[in-house]
């Protein structure tokens, strides 16, 4: 796919779109671990952080609430597809609108809080999160409240009659490529905003606003489509999310505690790059929802087992081992797994 | 190309021969939050599911019983995470070994299991989950619960009562309490909100005044503020759909030191010691009660009396509510294997499955019960507890 | 009850568990106006506070502590006291390990790779907090159920002072945060504008190369914001022990959350901006109970937080950001 002068995709990406690609061999190596269900769900919380990554890495914002707007992706998707709701546009629709959603959102937000500084700005967006999360609890009538809107359409493709099927839960696998066909577009298209005008635009406003500004840029404008652009694929995370699960889930599924997970994403992997947002999905996502679980139930079979003494049971310890792993990470990366040609210093 | 089809085809028929090779060994794995507030909970429900295969000696004739207690939370959440618990859902499929799944703790979660499960015709029982519309027509939307039954095929069982009994239950207890005047308050989550809702339903029928309904913050430092707010509108009961997890124990205390004089009715997410560990003795003691799907274990006579004993015996403490459902679940799994087994049948997902739907008229640790068509206990005992000398105490049993 | 009554209630309510927040939140507020990070674990040193004081009152015997009569008049004042000091003390060393351990080695590292290390210290110490929960103390369940909340027995006894037939609650653990509370806002706002130490730390809040250059060891200075932030944290952990007689080992982060909010609303890096911001949050969670609905105070609380900010963009008393030329 690489020609020496023009190339969709870096050699980094490549590498790390072409592991994940891999990866349904292990299921076939070792089918009871189902690589390919907790593989789904690296790649939902890829697009999040490549969403929260344009808002962070490159315009320098400090988004602690961009959960809700997987919310909102989530929950629009469920709301546009769902057969209790009259729309059911179907699932392509669905992600279509469920991202034009969460950029109206995003928009919406940014409108009157972007001239925040910094840590203000960070603590609107926190606050936002808990605005959502709360708005769609207390708004039954429309969202179903705390019970989740289910069932919700998996992927659909043509198939070899070109009928439109829905891929099942038996073929995770095809579920799986289409999930990172999706992604890979998604890179190509966060690697095309970076080098475009718009990309340079939000470097300069995170270097500096002042100098940006004397460059007939408006920070405020370029500031305003980070933040859209950063929702928008934020939602599309969530509307493949509740896809991936057939299930929007709780309003609280999308709490304080993702928007620091998507936020752990982007600095561990190297804030800024791409690919390193990509490693860090793969290896944060990983250590929660793959290595910990694995983890301790081989403690367990090998006899570590609960008896209700708090330290004897392996589960206990996942807090310590999360915490911990972020800790070492920083200390021996502290920019991050994959090197940024700068790091961003504000 | 040709050489990764082969390579996969190898490795593939490795993986086939090791699964056919354990086959006179199944495996029963439960699915609950061991990783954050829940932990407390679902610790007395794993023993009490290790008690139960431990009396069969993990064995049915030939067959072992392995059990594996996955945790359906992660550390990152805190909580019951969706997509670990999709992906537990995925293992136990994908491991053919799997003829049980016990689980799970939350119903939203059960929501995203079930039709995974379904479609695998693995058999579900669980020890915990109450929301009505997992299983019965009419309580929730049009399209449950078939919905969770995409083959068609029931393989849902749960032995507690769902909370359509346990709020009216609580509802007609308010009513002997002489109170006139209730507030309903639930924690904004699946459990607490259905029962408060059936509570309030039911308290309308029955003629008492709602003087308000609210939902909090099961995170939140204190409620006296609310309490003065029900302190203001005369609330006589107030009703709390809600656990021990999301602050039941915190919102006893501040109804006494807000002085507040109504009677606290909470459901059986609060009956466990932790409730009156959290809550402590005094906010209690002749002010709250709490309704539970059976009786307490200490009450119990023949096989219910056992499991107290045993219990004691094995893990030095007092078993709570919750490990009684664990241990029924379990029990109620390796009964139908031990039936199978005894009619010279092979344990299997299928055979399992069907003979667990068959369960009628089983003498366990809750009683004697079956289950119903819709896979429901037929165990509608239900008692209502209050707190004396630092123990649960039963005022009365509802049939 | 009267509707002034009802108000007169949700001021006292309002205001106690407003201090409480306070008392964090310029834990916050001084570590951020030194070195610009969000101290993401200063939410669960204040849970390890509480578990610290519930181990004392185990030590000695919770019976004890509840019975006047073994401990003799006025003794509950000062053990109380003592309770703050020692839980202070343990935070603020702790705060002190954390900063010397974690964040230190990467002052120079990007400000964001500070916040995730806090994050991570955040969750090292959430597990901490659960295992001593599972501690075989009789306070702990007997180390039973690690996971649950825990009781803390009343310190001070709970009749209402304004009578029992008093239909507005004023108990004497509302005293006690203000008693408590107030005395320390007050010397903390002493030793920042008095001492050498406060010059220091005002100096290096504002300019830490300057600060250096003029001979001030801005680390000293650093390891003390972090001690007296850690003991403010402490202190609020046996004042909301006391006022809510529970604690649990997930405590902290929502008493964090609110704490941060309050140190935004009032202005990052401001001491009384910390103050006046968390008395705010308390009251305005207080009326948003009794006048809206509790279900949606969360969403007023920020709401109206939002709406500060846009108007205010540098908080209440923030100074305003003066632009670089």
Known sequence: MASKRFSFFSKGQLVVLALLAATPLLDVVAPSLQFSGPMRTVIVFAILALGLNIVVGWTGLLNLGIAAFMAIGAYAFGILTSEIYPFQVGFWWGIVLSGAIGAFAGWLLGAPTLRLRGDYLAIVTLGFGEIVQDGLKNLPTITKGTEGINPLPAPTILDSSLKVVEVSGETPVRWFFIYLALLALIVFLCRNLEFSRLGRQWFAVREDELAARCMAIEPDKAKLKAFAAGAALAAISGALYASHLSSTGEPSNYDFQISILALCIVIVGGIGSITGVLVGAIVMVGLNNVLLPIATQSLQRAGFASTGNVLASPDNYKYLFFGLALVLMMHFRPDGLVHTRKAVRK | MLQFVRLSAVLGSFALAASAFAADSVKIVSSLPRTGSANAQTTSMVNGIKMAIAEVGGKIGDFEIAYEDWDDASPQRGNWDPAVEAQNADKAKADQTVVAYIGTYNSGAAKISMPKLNEAGIVMVSPANTAPNLTKEGFGEKNEPAVYRPSGKINYFRVVPTDDVQGAVAADFAKELGAKKVFVLNDREVYGKGVAGVFEKRAKEIGLEVVGTDGLDGKASNYKSLVTKMKQVGAEVVYFGGTTQTNAGQLAKDIVTAGLKAKLIVPDGCYEKAFIEAAGEKALEGRAYITFGGVDPKLLEGKGKEFYEGYKKTYSAEPEGYAVYGYEAAKVVIAAMQRIHAAGGKITRASVLEEVGKTKDFAGALGTWSFDANGDTTNRTMSVNTVKNGDFSTVKVVN | ?325
Not at chain 3, 53 to 62: E, N, P, Q, R, Y
Not at chain 3, 210 to 231: K, S, W
């Open chain 3, 1 to 325: 009850m009267s509707e002034t009554e009802v108000f007169m209630q949700q001021v006292i309510y309002g205001l106690s568990n407003g201090m409480i927040i306070a008392l964090v939140a310029l834990g916050y507020t001084m570590v951020y106006g030194i070195i610009e990070l969000i101290n993401f674990a200063h939410g669960d040193v204040f849970t390890l506070g509480g578990f610290l004081a519930l181990t004392i009152v185990g030590a000695l015997g919770a019976s004890a502590v509840i019975d006047p009569a073994t401990l003799g008049e006025g003794s509950h004042w000062l053990l109380l006291f003592a309770l703050v000091i020692a839980s202070g003390l343990f935070c603020g060393g702790l705060n002190v390990l954390i900063d010397t351990i974690a964040y230190k080695p990467l002052r120079r590292a990007p400000k964001l790779t500070q916040l995730v290390a806090a994050i991570g210290v955040s969750f090292i110490l959430v597990n901490i907090a659960l295992f001593w929960g599972g501690a075989p103390m009789e306070v702990f369940g007997g180390g039973n159920a690690a996971a649950a909340s825990k009781d803390f027995p009343e310190l001070l006894e709970g009749s209402n002072l304004l009578g029992e037939d008093s239909n507005v609650v004023l108990r004497l653990e509302d005293i006690a945060i203000f008693a408590i509370t107030i005395p320390l806002m007050i010397g903390l706002t002493l030793f920042v504008k008095k001492t050498r130490l406060g010059r220091g730390m005002r100096a290096t809040a504002q300019n830490p190369v300057a600060a250096q250059l003029m001979g001030i060891d801005t680390n000293r200075v650093i390891a003390a914001t972090f001690m007296i932030g850690g003991f403010l944290g402490g202190a609020a952990s046996v004042m909301w022990s006391l006022y809510n007689n529970t604690i649990s080992f997930q405590m902290g982060f929502r008493a964090g959350m609110d704490a941060f909010t309050a140190a935004v609303l009032g202005g990052i890096g401001s001491l009384p901006g910390a103050m006046i911001g968390g008395v705010l949050i308390g009251l305005i969670r207080a009326m948003s109970d009794q006048y809206i609905e509790t279900r949606w105070t969360n969403v007023v609380v920020f709401g109206v937080l939002i709406l500060i900010l846009v108007f205010r963009p540098s908080g209440l008393m923030g100074l305003k950001q003066r632009e670089k030329v």
